[in-house]
């Protein structure tokens, strides 16, 4: 009979401590699965002057996964710590539901994770590995929503005609930290936030990594070691008035290693020449800075991100312009220049049935002969059925075309094109 009434009074004060700490802070797990068929085919067309054109196409198609949102698992919480002071994190990663591992494993794998507080009336500020100035407007201004098909001027990948060409299931896997249209997320960065003041929120970030370490010299006397230093800002200002929304955002990272077993940096036009052909391959390599997975030497790296929504009702119209450059600090001649305009449409058209499409255009620019400029166009189109609040069907194909003409700048300069055609239909589950 003892031993009951203990080990009912132990239940209860265990209760009263859980209710205690659940009126005080919530956590929420969340996540997206999201799974389909997943193919496309690229073609590829080169040829010097008085030559013949080669022809390289390629083909994939997969039972894939993340065609419209990259699959996710994150808790989040908040805590009201008392007088319009709260504390809240977010702890988010990939998850990959066709490998022999769902968790990834990869430096990517990492999608958010901070900490910090908010106060009512004033803002917010968190530390960790978070979304840049720019990855959070496109979030809210970008027509197919950060998809993962080709066809997006702003969020595109510098995998696209590898991916489709060995047909990996994944689509254009765009949203990673080595995004070709601006750098995504980075970690060791300051966040704050402002509070809406008069339809204008303003929000800013700071990405700090420093270090040393010991410098030695190789068999060809060459000094090796020495850390690579990454460090950015980050400011943007976003509108609300009624039905328009405008938002502005500048972004710039630095990486710095003075000693280093590359001669120059990683901008190198003599190791990423391919870059021409098709606008994407190497880009990777070229923009440095890429993020907490991909970090370059000795790159500057600079994006602009302007865009414009305006909500009619039946359908929202937007307009987006985004311009990123990545220059050498060891030689200033080697850069490597990316724009790019789009406009599109997003509607439901019945209450279930939601439709979107956008079409844009922009170039390529590289300094130096061997790499001129590319012009390209690109364009998608995708619908969704939502079964319910959380479910749904979808369906998205997407086309990009990229060529540069010679241009001039060396006789008999191979004059190449890229067309490209992705698509997928699946189901999307959000929890």
Do not use: C
């Not at 997206?32 to 002057?49: F, I, K, P």
């Not at 039972?63 to 994190?89: H, V």
């Amino acid at each position: 009979m003892k031993k009951s009434l203990f080990a009912v009074a132990a239940a209860g004060a265990f209760a009263g401590v859980a209710g205690t700490a659940a009126a005080q802070s919530s956590v929420t797990v969340y996540g997206l699965l999201d799974l389909g068929y997943v193919g496309g085919n690229s073609r590829t067309a080169s040829g010097a002057a008085n030559q013949s054109t080669a022809v390289t196409r390629a083909s994939g198609n997969a039972f894939g996964q993340g065609g419209e949102s990259t699959n996710r698992l994150g808790f989040r919480g908040t805590e009201d710590i008392g007088g319009g002071l709260s504390a809240f994190f977010t702890v988010e990663w990939a998850i990959t539901p066709n490998a022999a591992q769902n968790v990834s494993t990869g430096a990517t794998s990492n999608r958010q994770t901070f900490a910090g507080l908010k106060k009512n009336g004033i803002g917010q500020f968190s530390l960790g590995t978070q979304y840049t100035a720019v990855h959070d407007a496109v979030a809210v201004t970008d027509p197919g929503q950060a998809n993962n098909i080709v066809g997006n001027v702003v969020y595109m990948s510098s995998s696209a005609p590898t991916t489709v060409a060995t047909a990996s299931g994944t689509g254009n896997t765009s949203n990673t930290d080595t995004n070709i249209g601006y750098v995504v997320r980075q970690n060791n960065m300051l966040k704050v936030k402002s509070e809406n003041i008069s339809g204008f929120v303003g929000n800013a970030f700071y990405v700090m990594n420093n270090n040393t370490t010991t410098q030695t010299a190789s068999a060809s006397n060459n000094v090796v070691g020495g850390t690579n230093n990454n460090s950015g800002y980050g400011v943007g200002l976003d509108f609300t008035l009624k039905s328009f929304y405008a938002t502005a955002n500048y972004q710039s990272f630095k990486s710095t290693n003075p000693w280093s077993t590359v001669s120059t940096a990683s901008l190198n036009a003599a190791s990423g020449a391919t870059a021409s052909a098709a606008g994407t391959t190497g880009a990777a390599a070229l923009y440095g800075v890429a993020g907490a997975s991909a970090p370059g030497t000795n790159i500057q790296d600079n994006t602009f991100y302007g865009a414009a929504t305006y909500d009619f009702g039946i359908l929202k119209a937007y307009a987006q312009y985004i311009n990123r450059q990545a220059t050498s600090q060891l030689n200033t001649a080697q850069q490597f220049k990316r724009s790019g305009t789009q406009i599109g449409v997003r509607s439901f058209v019945t209450p279930t049935i939601e439709t979107w499409a956008n079409i844009g255009t922009g170039r390529f620019q590289a300094a130096g002969a061997s790499l001129p400029t590319a012009n390209f166009t690109a364009y998608q189109i995708g619908a969704n059925y939502w079964l319910s609040k959380r479910t749904n069907l979808y369906s998205i194909f997407g086309a990009q075309a990229t060529s540069n003409a010679n241009n001039g700048n060396t006789t008999g300069t191979v004059a190449t094109s890229n067309n490209i055609n992705n698509y997928a239909v699946g189901i999307r589950h959000t929890f």
